[in-house]
């Protein structure tokens, strides 16, 4: 599914090293339009091996999926005997204790994460049913294998970092949800306030800035927002301390270690700025 940058961007490599033929065999669909989806799977739907996809798509900044959408690639995925996988690097842990698979209630056939299973720290996994698993060495014919796999050091620092966030469940969602909700909402109205339009779009402590007057649903739409007037909104916030994303395209989070006095800064900064007119 479309969601940014990459090896293949809109079916076409764009990575030297990556064969027109690897281009040929994967199709870019738009996120959150589930007709296009249903179209891709009456033309080719035996054909289709997986479908990928960020179930929160964080890499064309935040863009939460529509109701229904993610519900539809589970429905056809399954009637074609596809496997539906979602990579949950950004969403892992950070929606919800069981990700954003548990926080939308759809189940994927397989799950990408990333350093958060390391509590920061540099690992990567997948996973998904015993099925499917099987397929992998040694148990079965796949071959895989990394130079961290099993790094001491980072999965004790998951184990970690996952025991400290199952003691706080499900407090510690519902303090991030809180504060996210009180940053989104003063910052619109800071925004409105000034006559500056702007769309926060948010996912659970996930939150993107687009500098536009229309709301921002898929790739198409993030590309309209006025990149300039955010690069502008970036380096006054930073000159005053607070590091936003430097990207339009990147995703801003909160986390427990942000206090009241942290969003009051950051609230109260951005206002000033929007007054200026950025």
Known sequence: ??????????????????????????????????????????????????????????????????????????????????????????????????????FYGIEPDLTCLGKIIGGGLPVGAYGGSKEIMEMVAPEGPVYQAGTLSGNPLAVQAGITTLQYLAAGNPGIYKELEKKAVYLETELLQAAEDAGIPLQVNRAGSLLSLFFTGSGVTDLDDAVTADEEYYKKFFGKMLAEGIYLPPSQFEALFLSIAHTEEDLEHTISTARKIFNNKI
């Open 1 to 102: 599914m479309q969601a940014g940058s990459g090896a293949l961007t809109m079916g076409v490599p764009s990575s030297p090293g990556v064969p027109e033929e690897i281009g040929s065999l994967t199709e870019i669909l738009p996120y959150n339009d589930a007709a296009a989806v249903r179209r891709a799977f009456q033309k080719e739907g035996d054909k289709i091996a997986a479908v990928i996809v960020e179930p929160v798509a964080a890499n064309m900044g935040v863009v939460p999926p529509k109701q229904g959408f993610l519900e539809t690639l589970r429905e056809v995925t399954t009637k074609a005997s596809s496997l539906l996988i979602f990579d949950e690097v950004i969403t892992g842990f950070r929606l919800a204790y069981n990700g954003a698979q548990g």
